[in-house]
């Protein structure tokens, strides 16, 4: 077994595993080339990665964070009976634990437990989700504080797991530079069809069980994060002194801030954080206003499943696109396009909201399928060259702990969004039986999406495939002497007592 920090080196390129396995029919090679692209990334980053990727983004944030999403607006709405703004509010405050996603990074960084840097933490944020998901769906009429902090662990139990992977993927970026793009997508892929799949049977799992049994089966991908603290294999830390506990903090915090104060990772940061915030999210507003006004479509429980599983596939549909078309394109030419469909694809909701598909003839379910598959195709290619340029604005030695800033800074302008998108909602008085000025929050919204093209200046007209970072972030001695335990593998439960 290697060493733990050794780079793993397999004899095999990109262009060979392409070469030699690829199919010749032009059939089977639509069907096979996704099966070959993922051979490819496994021979190329270790089959674990891979496997890490799959449980973490497709299982855990995929399909349970789809099931929690709709378990979480229907036990809002029809438990908790709560307005709309204080929904969005809410939402707001949950997803908190992703913004301090840099402590869970420096955590499983520079303080092993028992000499692990990794083994424990997976299985702490298996067991928080679990203990979580169980307490909501076994307690009725829970106040509505004990809600937000049963929620809130839920959300800190991905967000910790997610960390991990975040690490791998961030590293692998920085050996394998020509593969970063390919990582993303495998991420995107994995998250997409776990979403697909966990919003069509979402509907169905709260019109059969209603919301707290969601919560009940939400303890299953939990479970499963549990399963991957189980089969990680980590070299073990014999001789850590935790007395140099606070040293390393102290030398990561002098390397993040070395690399922050680059021009070259602090002005896409400030653009992903303002592009983020200035969409404010009324979504909680749109979902009451769908399901509970009578001037509305009055959707079930299956059909807004259904309508976002369609909108995974529109998701799924713009990682592919971004992986087979888009991925070579420079990252400002590419946000510039994105950022105008995303304000265009808006203005489908005001249409829906004045009944404008329905005096055109359409009828609401299409209309909003429509609405709902463009929105996240075009939100997914938005979102996939930020990703690919957070994974490249990372040092070596601090790459989990970096890119987990990254992330918080995305995440802060989600919750900023979230938070002012409630307060809109609030002033415009949105309730629960009152939606008569839902229109212009969607205007204004739209109207929004429009300014961050006025920022586009910060980010720079990059080749995704070539190095950001400087020489001297490179290069910096804080950075090398942050470097822990690198990549991380995955293996069967059967081979782990061979490393014992």
Known sequence: MRKMGEEETIPIHKEEVEENHQPKNGIYNAIFTPVYWVKML????????????????????????????????????????????????????????????????????????????????FLFAGFLGVISMLFLSLHEKLHIILTLMALTAASASVAIAD??????????????????????????????????VGFSLSGIFVHLIGPQGVFGLLAIPAGLVLLVGVL??????????????NQNFLDAGKAMWKTLKCPEVWRPCLYMYLSFSMSLNISEGMFYWATDSKAGPLFSQEIIGYMMAIGSVGSLLGAILYQYGLKDYPFRDLLFWTQILLCLSGMLDLLLVLRVNLKLGIPDFLFVVIDASVSSMIGRLKWMPLLVLSSKLCPRGIEGTFFALLMSIDNAGLLTSSWFGGLLLHI??????????LWVAVLIRNILRISPLCLLFLVARTDPNSSILPGEVLDSKEVAETSTSENIELVALVNSEDSR
């Open 428 to 437: 415009l008085k949105v309730t629960r039986t009152q939606f008569d000025n």
């Open 232 to 245: 990680l294999r980590e070299n073990r830390t014999s001789s850590f002194a935790y007395q140099q506990i």
């Open 163 to 196: 960390v991990t992977v975040d690490a791998c993927v961030a590293q692998n970026s920085s050996n394998h530079p020509s593969l970063a793009a390919d990582m993303q997508s495998l991420c995107a892929l994995s998250a997409s069809i776990g979403s697909l």
């Open 42 to 121: 496994a021979l190329e980053l270790h089959w674990s990665f891979v496997f890490g990727v799959v449980i973490v983004y497709g299982i855990s944030q995929g399909l349970g964070g789809a099931l929690a999403r709709v378990g979480t607006q229907y036990y809002m709405k029809d438990v908790q009976k709560v307005q709309p703004s204080e929904a969005q509010v809410y939402s707001g405050i949950t997803s908190i634990p992703w913004i301090v996603k840099p402590l869970w990074g420096l955590l499983t960084d520079v303080v092993p437990i028992l000499g692990y840097h990794r083994r424990p933490y």
